[in-house]
C-alpha cells in the first residue's frame, strides 16, 4: 500500500535534547511537508521541500531544521532552541498542481519535559 | 495573503439529520479549496476539493460542499448524519499564486448524537 509512514507515533524527551522525527513515503511525491498542530489553532507549516536538496523555510520555522536527501524521506529534528516544541507533528506529501491534495501520515506526538 | 475561517468550534447534530460544518476563505487571486477530517491521534484525510465551474462538489463518504463565490464560502454537508462522522474537519485554502502555502481553518469538531 502506497502512502506516508510517521515514527515514531510517541516520542518523550528532556528539554535541551534534540530529537528526530521521521518521514517517509512511497508515492514517487516531490512535494513534502511538515505541520505542527496545536489544539485549536489548525495547522502550522513548519518547512516544506519541493525536490531533493532543496527546502524552504515555513512559517514557525524557528526551533526546527530539515534535510532531503532523498525523495522519499524528509525527517525534521526539533531542537533545543524551540521553545514550545510539545505537540502534534504532521508530515504530508502531494504530487504537483495546485488542484492537488495533501497525502498525511499519521503523526508524531512529541513531549517534552 | 489567503486565509480560512471556521466560525464553529463545535457542531452538535442528531443522527439522520443533515449536517452543515461552515468555512469561508480570503484569497487575492482563484481559490483552490479542500475539506479534510481528522479521527483522534491520526493525521488528516481528504474528503473534497472544489473543482471550478462546479458549485457543488461531492466527495468521499457521502460528503458535499457547496462553493459560493459572492459569499466565499465553502460549507460541508451531508443529508444524514452518521454517529461514525463525529470528527474534526478542517477546511484548507490554497491561493493561485503560490503553489506550496495552503492555509488551514482553525477546526470544527463535529459530533453527532445517536
Known amino acids: 500500500d502506497g502512502g506516508i509512514t510517521q515514527s515514531p507515533k510517541y516520542l518523550f524527551r528532556k528539554e535541551g535534547q534534540n530529537v528526530t522525527l521521521s518521514c517517509e513515503q512511497n508515492?514517487?511525491?516531490?512535494?513534502m511537508y511538515w505541520y505542527r498542530q496545536d489544539p485549536g489553532q489548525g495547522l502550522r507549516l513548519i518547512y516544506y521541500?519541493?525536490?531533493?536538496?532543496?527546502?524552504q523555510k515555513g512559517d514557525i520555522a524557528e526551533g526546527y531544521s530539515v534535510s532531503r536527501e532523498k525523495k522519499e524521506s524528509f525527517p525534521l529534528t526539533v531542537t533545543s532552541a524551540q521553545k514550545n516544541p510539545t505537540a502534534f507533528y504532521l508530515c504530508?506529501?502531494?504530487?504537483?498542481?495546485?488542484?492537488?491534495?495533501?497525502?498525511f501520515g499519521n503523526g508524531t506526538r512529541l513531549t517534552v519535559t | 495573503a489567503q486565509s480560512v475561517a471556521q466560525p464553529e468550534d463545535q457542531v452538535n447534530v442528531a443522527e439522520g439529520n443533515p449536517l452543515t460544518v461552515k468555512c469561508t476563505y480570503s484569497?487575492?487571486?482563484?481559490?483552490?479549496l479542500f475539506w479534510y477530517v481528522q479521527y483522534p491521534n491520526r493525521g488528516l484525510q481528504f474528503l473534497l476539493k472544489?473543482?471550478?465551474?462546479?458549485?457543488l462538489v461531492k466527495g468521499s463518504y457521502g460528503f458535499e460542499a457547496e462553493f459560493n463565490k459572492s459569499q466565499t464560502s465553502f460549507h460541508l454537508k451531508k443529508p444524514s448524519a452518521l454517529v461514525s462522522d463525529s470528527a474534526l474537519y478542517f477546511c484548507?485554502?490554497?491561493?493561485?499564486?503560490?503553489?506550496?502555502?495552503?492555509?488551514f481553518g482553525a477546526g470544527t469538531r463535529l459530533t453527532v448524537k445517536p
Open positions: 484569497v487575492s487571486g482563484n481559490p483552490y
Open positions: 504530508a506529501s502531494r504530487v504537483d498542481g495546485r488542484n492537488s491534495p495533501l497525502h
Open positions: 472544489y473543482i471550478t465551474g462546479d458549485n
Open positions: 508515492l514517487n511525491h516531490d512535494a
Open positions: 521541500s519541493q525536490i531533493v536538496n532543496d527546502f
Open positions: 484548507a485554502v490554497r491561493d493561485g499564486g503560490n503553489n506550496n502555502d495552503m492555509r
